[in-house]
């Protein structure tokens, strides 16, 4: 079955930067486009960042550009986003789905995320 495994979140001090991780299996990854989903605390999903199959193509919401990059490594089955210039809005539980953006990642994808705290 379909599993995403994220991890790199950490407790950060603003203007710190952390990289994630997202380990896929079950499916054939590089034949996907993949998207990174945060959730802020008391707030619902916001889709972050999109990549194609063979990341051609990558797009981010206005609020991260600049400092966030979102990447793949195929051979790895393996998505990334390095973040830059952490905020304290950044602070939320950041996830990994299927998908290239905000109206087609995978609902069902979003399961256990990894928890991303910016401090001022």
């Not at 950060?12 to 486009?33: I, K, N, T």
């Not at 990059?69 to 990334?80: E, K, Q």
Request: with cysteine; net charge neutral.
């Amino acid at each position: 079955q379909v599993q995403l495994v994220e991890s790199g979140g950490a407790l950060v001090q603003s203007g710190g930067s952390l990289r994630l991780s997202c380990v896929a299996s079950g499916f054939a990854f590089h034949l996907y486009d993949m998207s990174w989903i945060r959730r802020p605390p008391g707030k619902g999903l916001e889709w972050v960042s999109g990549i194609r199959s063979g990341s051609i193509m990558t797009n981010y919401v206005d609020s991260v550009k600049g400092r966030f990059t979102i990447s793949r490594d195929d051979a790895r089955n393996t998505l990334y986003l390095q973040m830059n210039g952490l905020k304290p809005e950044d602070t939320a539980v950041y996830y990994c789905a299927r998908g290239r953006s905000e109206s087609t990642y995978y609902d069902n994808d979003i399961d256990q995320g990894t928890q991303v705290t910016v401090s001022l």
